[in-house]
Nanobody, 123 residues
Framework: QVQLVESGGGLVQAGGSLRLSCAAS????????MGWFRQGPGKEREFVAG????????AYARSVKGRFTISRDNAKTTVYLQMNSLKPEDTAVYYC????????????????WGQGTQVTVSS
């Protein structure tokens, strides 16, 4: 079993940056693909980014490609989301998830989910 705890959210002005972290517990972390999702006000949860268990493969939603970067440190059992050039439409609760592959994560299929961290981007 994997438990996930997100951190790093907050309030930032448009054009600014934030780095989210997702700390995982459990010795099986390195065997899971990891992903970030978000749910904005009045919106459905959407896939943001995913990374394979070794970190060699990544995937991004079109809306964040070129601005966000996902990475992981298996030794620290942590996955990160570096968010640059933030826009007001990036405002959402951001969740991390563990799954069996980036393809499944991109379809919203995750085995474990965190509680989320709020990101608010002011204009």
């Amino acid at each position: 079993q994997v438990q996930l705890v997100e951190s790093g959210g907050g309030l930032v002005q448009a054009g600014g940056s934030l780095r989210l972290s997702c700390a995982a517990s459990g010795r099986t972390f390195s065997s899971y693909a990891m992903g970030w999702f978000r749910q904005g006000p009045g919106k459905e949860r959407e896939f943001v980014a995913g990374i394979s268990w070794r970190g060699g493969s990544t995937a991004y939603a079109r809306s964040v490609k070129g601005r966000f970067t996902i990475s992981r440190d298996n030794a620290k059992t942590t996955v990160y989301l570096q968010m640059n050039s933030l826009k007001p439409e990036d405002t959402a609760v951001y969740y991390c998830a563990a799954g069996t592959g980036t393809t499944g994560l991109a379809r919203g299929i995750g085995d474990y989910w965190g509680q989320g961290t709020q990101v608010t981007v002011s204009s």
